[in-house]
Nanobody, 123 residues
């Protein structure tokens, strides 16, 4: 069955790093845009980053530019989000999502979602 599974979350101190993975099974990610979203308790879900299937365009939330890097490995059917210089404000449940189209900043535009992986940044 079609499935997306996020992993790599955890608890880190401010300034630390994490690498999130989004592994797909049951289908290939080659032709999809892949977005990362996050949601903290009591806050709206926000788009963090997205990469188009062609690699021609990459997008980042302004607050994570220069700190986060999105990438994809089609051979492994996996997308990644490298997160450096983490801040307490990055604490959230992080989701990956796919869209049979180009990147969008709206979660409602995406078709498939993973279950999320928790990122907690605290000292």
């Amino acid at each position: 069955q079609v499935q997306l599974v996020e992993s790599g979350g955890g608890l880190v101190q401010p300034g630390g790093s994490l690498r999130l993975s989004c592994a797909a099974s049951g289908f290939t990610l080659d032709n999809y845009a892949i977005g990362w979203f996050r949601q903290a308790p009591g806050k709206e879900r926000e788009g963090v980053s997205c990469i188009n299937s062609s690699h021609s365009r990459v997008y980042y939330l302004s607050s994570v530019k220069g700190r986060f890097t999105i990438s994809r490995d089609n051979a492994e059917n996996t997308v990644y989000l490298q997160m450096n210089s983490l801040k307490p404000g990055d604490t959230a449940l992080y989701y990956c999502a796919t869209r049979w189209a180009r990147c969008s900043g709206f979660g409602s535009d995406y078709e498939s979602w993973g279950q999320g992986t928790q990122v907690t940044v605290s000292s």
